[in-house]
Every structure is written in structure tokens, then in C-alpha cells.
């Protein structure tokens, strides 16, 4: 027998009472109405109703599953009602938040591209720097780099951003090239300020953390690529902003025998805004894009430091 007309049949019995008004709603025969319930009971391994020649009731493992199981049968029906219905227009508003910077730019022509798909999407974007609760600010969805989560609110893995140390020619020939990474207790840090002031490397025995002092902290990815290209110290950067200037010899990558974990980018949805059909239809389209797009940007001109 069909699970979930067995589970349509449990609800049926709780609501009408007995399995004569069951059968009658359902349009079954009575036989067929006791056969279902017999078999979920046989399926679940316990007894659902107490029966008597007078009444029937709910035992207690029946109160306990009652809930979870009208919730399943209504999202399942929901879910044939949408695969049995034509493709409808997306429609709605929503209110995003992305993090600033080049990320927030990369993501600007994501977000861009989605509109231009539903010409019935209208859209609020806040570019925010700090990490958002999208359900004390009132956001559909949220983009963040880290591992924030809040209550009630579901994550979605967007991709990851590897890093690395980089730093000037410049700069390491005149103060030395760090061996290890105690060694940058030595050294004038360029720190992007979000990311705290613990640096952990991997080593070969395990994880390596270092406090680090910085000479410079900004919220600004360029800034700090300006700042070490001019050989103002060594800077924790995710390799898709400062590949290009490692390309064009303006930096050098430093300590790669101690890698850096990868950050990863992450969506962040209110539960009850899940099932809503443009918030689906965004997050379906971000995680497509945004996943198997490649990370790039065009390293600016940094004139060079006055001797």
C-alpha cells in the first residue's frame, strides 16, 4: 500500500473521529480504511489508536507523531500540486544583502543577470560590511563570507575563496622573507579588519595560530592591496583579489608550506521564507551562478612609492 495514502488515512481517522466518517471523506470502504491504518501501525512498529466497540483515541506514540506527520503530508502535497502545475511567472519583491567590496561587486552582475530573466522581480540591495541577522533586519536573503548562523534562519554553501599571505619584493628584501608563521610577529601586518586578529595556518602537526599586531587595518580589499604593493607589510588576501597583482610582479605569495583555511560565501534564508516561490527561484539562481562563475577582478595601476 501507497505511504502516504496511509498517512492521509491517519489524519482522516484523528479529524473525523472513527473509520466509518473516514471512509466516507476519503471515498473508501471501511475494510480499506482499517487495512492502511494496520499496515502503518505494522510499518512504524507501534499502536496509533486504542480501539473500543464504542470509541477510538490516539495513543500516545499517535499524539507525539501527529504534528510531524500533518506537516509532511501538507508539504508533499504542496510539492505534487507545484510539479503538476504549468510554469508560472515569477513575481515579487525582494530585499538582499550582500557584503561590500569586489564580492559585492561580483555579486551585483549576478543579481543583475536575475532581473533581467524575471521582468517581475523587483529588488532592494543593501551593500552591508558586517555580518546581518536577515530576520531582525528584515532580508529575504542574505550573502555572507564566514560561519555566522543565527536561529531559524537556513544556510546554503555558495562556494569557497581560498587565500594566501602576499607581500611586495620590495618589502621582502628589505625586512626578510617569513619561514614559518611565528615568524610575522616581526613583521608589519596589513590585516582586513573583519577577519579578526588570529591568523590559524595549517601545519604538518596541526593548527597554527599567531596574534597579529597590524601596522594597517582597513575594510577596503583595494586598500590593502595598494598598501602592500607599496611595501607597507604583508597581507592575508583571498587569492582572487590578489592573484591579479601577483601576476603583474607586484606581489609575491609568502609562507605556502602553511596554507590558510578557505573562506566560504554562504546564503542566508529565514526558514519561513523558504517556500516562497521568488526567494526559491534567487537562491536556485545564485547557487547555480555564483558557484561555477570564476572569481576575478582587474588589478588597478598602484604608482610607485616615493624613494
Given at each position: 500500500?501507497?505511504?502516504?495514502?496511509?498517512?492521509?488515512?491517519?489524519?482522516?481517522?484523528?479529524?473525523?473521529?472513527?473509520?466509518?466518517?473516514?471512509?466516507?471523506?476519503?471515498?473508501?470502504?471501511v475494510s480499506v480504511v482499517k487495512k492502511r491504518i494496520d499496515h502503518l501501525e505494522s510499518q512504524v512498529g507501534v499502536v496509533l489508536f486504542e480501539r473500543s466497540t464504542r470509541s477510538m483515541s490516539l495513543t500516545d506514540a499517535g499524539r507525539?507523531?501527529?504534528?510531524?506527520?500533518?506537516?509532511?503530508?501538507?508539504?508533499?502535497?504542496?510539492?505534487?500540486?507545484?510539479?503538476?502545475?504549468?510554469?508560472?511567472r515569477v513575481?515579487?519583491?525582494?530585499?538582499?544583502?550582500?557584503p561590500t567590496g569586489t564580492m559585492g561587486a561580483f555579486l551585483g552582475e549576478k543579481l543583475n543577470r536575475f532581473l533581467d530573466l524575471h521582468p517581475g522581480i523587483s529588488m532592494e540591495v543593501s551593500l552591508i560590511h558586517r555580518p546581518v541577522n536577515p530576520i531582525e533586519e528584515g532580508f529575504d536573503l542574505c550573502v555572507e563570507l564566514g560561519s555566522t548562523t543565527w536561529p531559524g534562519v537556513a544556510h546554503f554553501a555558495l562556494r569557497s575563496i581560498k587565500r594566501h599571505l602576499v607581500a611586495s619584493p620590495r618589502y621582502l628584501a628589505k625586512?626578510?622573507?617569513?619561514r614559518v608563521p611565528g615568524d610575522l610577529v616581526m613583521h608589519d601586518i596589513l590585516?582586513?579588519?573583519?577577519?579578526?586578529?588570529?591568523w590559524?595556518?595549517?601545519?604538518?602537526?596541526?593548527?597554527?595560530e599567531v596574534r597579529?599586531?597590524?601596522?594597517l587595518s582597513s575594510n577596503s580589499a583595494l586598500h590593502l592591496m595598494e598598501a602592500a604593493c607599496r611595501g607597507n607589510g604583508i597581507c592575508l588576501m583571498s587569492e582572487y583579489i590578489s592573484?591579479?597583482?601577483?601576476?603583474?610582479?607586484?606581489?609575491?605569495?609568502?609562507?605556502?608550506?602553511?596554507?590558510?583555511?578557505?573562506?566560504?560565501?554562504?546564503?542566508?534564508?529565514?526558514?519561513?521564507?523558504?517556500?516562497?516561490?521568488?526567494?526559491?527561484a534567487l537562491r536556485t539562481h545564485l547557487l547555480a551562478s555564483v558557484s561555477t562563475s570564476g572569481l576575478q577582478i582587474q588589478a588597478p595601476a598602484i604608482p610607485a612609492p616615493a624613494r
Open positions: 500500500m501507497d505511504l502516504l495514502d496511509n498517512l492521509r488515512t491517519f489524519l482522516a481517522v484523528v479529524e473525523d473521529g472513527n473509520f466509518s466518517a473516514a471512509s466516507r471523506r476519503l471515498k473508501v470502504a507525539r507523531h501527529l504534528l510531524k506527520t500533518r506537516a509532511v503530508v501538507n508539504q508533499l502535497d504542496q510539492l505534487l500540486s507545484q510539479m503538476a502545475s504549468q510554469p508560472t513575481e515579487g519583491r525582494l530585499r538582499v544583502k550582500v625586512r626578510g622573507t617569513p590585516n582586513y579588519e573583519s577577519r579578526g586578529l588570529i590559524t595556518f595549517q601545519g604538518k602537526k596541526g593548527p597554527l597579529i599586531n597590524p601596522r592573484q591579479p597583482f601577483v601576476e603583474r610582479g607586484d606581489l609575491v605569495a609568502v609562507l605556502d608550506d602553511y596554507p590558510v583555511a578557505d573562506l566560504w560565501a554562504c546564503l542566508h534564508i529565514p526558514e519561513d521564507r523558504l517556500d516562497l516561490s521568488h526567494v526559491q
